[in-house]
């Protein structure tokens, strides 16, 4: 009789243990976003995700990621879009772009100097921003309509930073759960758009050079970049937020992309991007130094 006791007792202790581990395990897939964002935030590499992760999931996370981040680094104040070209998407496995939340902290002023150590692998590239002049973007039919729902455009050097140890194969999804690499970026004076004459042919044909620490070119590019045309990916941006029941609203700042390619950036180093066709009083140099 005690040993059928002995082995009830057993049983139920086991199965108790399977269902704490699954609790477990639930519990911390469901905690991942918040996770990572401790780690980029102690700037500590990221050495390991799941590789099987789903773009469900990495959306899941990304939330959970941006309201982490939030506590330091302030409110939303728009959105960034990365993959923006088909060679960048195919090489991470997906076939449209991927979006992250731009935070206030995140946009420094030209000129601004980083400390030592901003990041964990820091990047710097050329980059676009434009400002939501009017929620009336959420209804745009065309690339003209939105155009018309903009109220300015800002040079912007962004400095990504990517989180994952350098032996870390890097998903979609995976770049999705951290913000797409959203840590910083340098935005230049607004550049009014007081009327929509001439600028489509202006943002596509505008020209990005980015300056290396000897004051060499290191990449250069045009707008055309941006999924052919900057325009292409305010309307995506809009797409996919409307997607999850989300709507651009005025003031709204969005970051369109890689225009250059993206370089190392280094302890020590100044980086510069030269604008030029994109204002029409002239080009527009901006940059960042690092400590």
Request: no cysteine; aromatic share 8%; glycine share 10%.
């Amino acid at each position: 009789m005690k040993e059928r006791k002995k082995m009830k007792w057993s049983l139920v202790s086991v199965i108790s243990l399977i269902f704490l581990l699954q609790f477990a395990a639930y519990a911390l897939a469901d905690d991942v976003g918040a996770r990572l964002a401790a780690q980029f935030l102690k700037k500590t590499a990221i050495t390991e995700i799941d590789p099987g992760m789903t773009m469900e999931q990495g959306l899941k996370a990304q939330s959970q990621f941006v309201a982490y981040l939030a506590k330091q680094l302030g409110e939303p104040v728009g959105y960034k879009a990365g993959l923006t070209n088909p060679a960048a998407q195919k090489a991470f496995g997906i076939t449209q772009p991927v979006r992250g939340t731009l935070l206030r902290k995140m946009l420094l002023k030209n000129g601004a100097t980083l400390e030592k150590n901003p990041g964990i692998r820091m990047f710097a590239e050329g980059d676009l921003i434009v400002r939501v002049g009017s929620d009336k973007i959420n209804e745009a039919k065309t690339k003209e309509d939105a155009l018309k729902f903009l109220d300015a455009v800002v040079p912007f050097l962004e400095l990504p930073d990517i989180p994952f140890a350098a032996n870390v194969k890097i998903t979609g999804p995976a770049l999705v759960a951290i913000n797409v690499g959203a840590r910083f970026g340098v935005m230049g004076d607004p550049i009014p758009l007081t009327t929509p004459a001439g600028w489509s042919d202006r943002l596509t044909n505008f020209t990005v050079q980015l300056y290396d620490e000897k004051g060499a070119v290191f990449s250069e590019g045009k707008g055309a970049a941006l999924l052919g045309d900057p325009l292409n990916v305010v309307l995506w941006i809009r797409d996919s937020l409307a997607a999850e029941g989300k709507r651009l609203k005025k003031g709204d700042l969005l970051s369109l992309g890689s225009i250059t390619k993206m370089m190392p950036a280094k302890p020590g180093t100044t980086v510069k991007a030269k604008f030029t066709g994109l204002d029409p009083k002239g080009a527009v140099e901006i940059s960042a130094s690092f400590k």
